[in-house]
């Protein structure tokens, strides 16, 4: 089954059912698993009952760390790349690791897997024909805003992750901007709570002050395609 020295592998966002079998072959037989979290990944790989070394790969030291595997690929071990959950790279370790693949010419490949960006884009009823993603939204107010008021301006749908303690805040942002905008918030992507609110900036605005959101958040956006 392994027939590149690394791979990288995308993992369930939230229900352990989403995982692909040719993930799990993978994970079966690779010598080592590179992961964000041991324990979260730990988890997951006893639910399979599959038994694997794990090094930890963090945004805190894979630029340290990312020599170390690539020279070990190099000289013959196997090694699988997950993250919590999602596309390792993606808002999450990887991009790194790759490039110093790259660098050193170890062969490597991708398995598709859940993605919470794609998820959120398809339930959330905007338009799906051209999208932006920028990630997690600035911290900084000021930058946030200018973020914001670009994706109203856009012809896409603009996608950004955010925290629960600060969605109410954005939602606010976006108001200030347009009050009108079509927004959706999907939160809890595939898990039990799963929820999509969609409305305009200011009617979310509305809910979430009354029921602060908990859990994983996607903002989605809707751009001039949204309003015709």
């Avoid at 024909?129 to 900084?140: A, C, I, Y």
């Amino acid at each position: 089954m392994i027939s590149y020295p690394v791979t990288f592998i995308g993992l369930p966002i939230g229900n352990r059912e989403d995982i692909t079998r040719r993930a799990l072959c993978v994970l079966q037989d690779v010598d080592c698993i590179c992961c964000e979290d041991t324990r979260n990944t730990g988890m997951l790989l006893a639910h399979y009952c599959i038994r694997k070394p794990l090094l930890s790969l963090h945004e805190h030291n894979e630029r340290q760390r990312a020599p170390e595997i690539a020279v070990r690929a190099q000289n013959g071990e196997s090694f699988a790349v997950v993250t919590d959950a999602g596309m390792p790279g993606v808002s999450d370790p990887g991009y790194r690791l790759v490039r110093e693949l790259q660098e050193r010419g170890v062969p490597y490949t991708v398995l598709p897997g859940p993605s919470a960006l794609i998820t959120a884009l398809v339930g959330s009823g905007l338009p799906c024909d051209s999208f932006f993603f920028g990630g997690f939204l600035p911290v900084k107010s000021g930058k946030r805003q200018q973020v914001l008021a670009t994706a109203l301006q856009a012809s896409h749908t603009s996608i950004f992750y955010e925290s629960p303690f600060r969605i109410l805040s954005s939602l606010k942002s976006l108001a200030e901007l347009d009050p009108s905008a079509p927004v959706c918030v999907a939160r809890e992507l595939t898990k039990i709570h799963e929820t999509y609110h969609r409305g305009s900036a200011g009617e979310l605005i509305d809910l979430f002050s009354s029921q602060p959101p908990k859990g994983e958040i996607v903002l989605l956006i809707g751009g001039t395609n949204a309003r015709r």
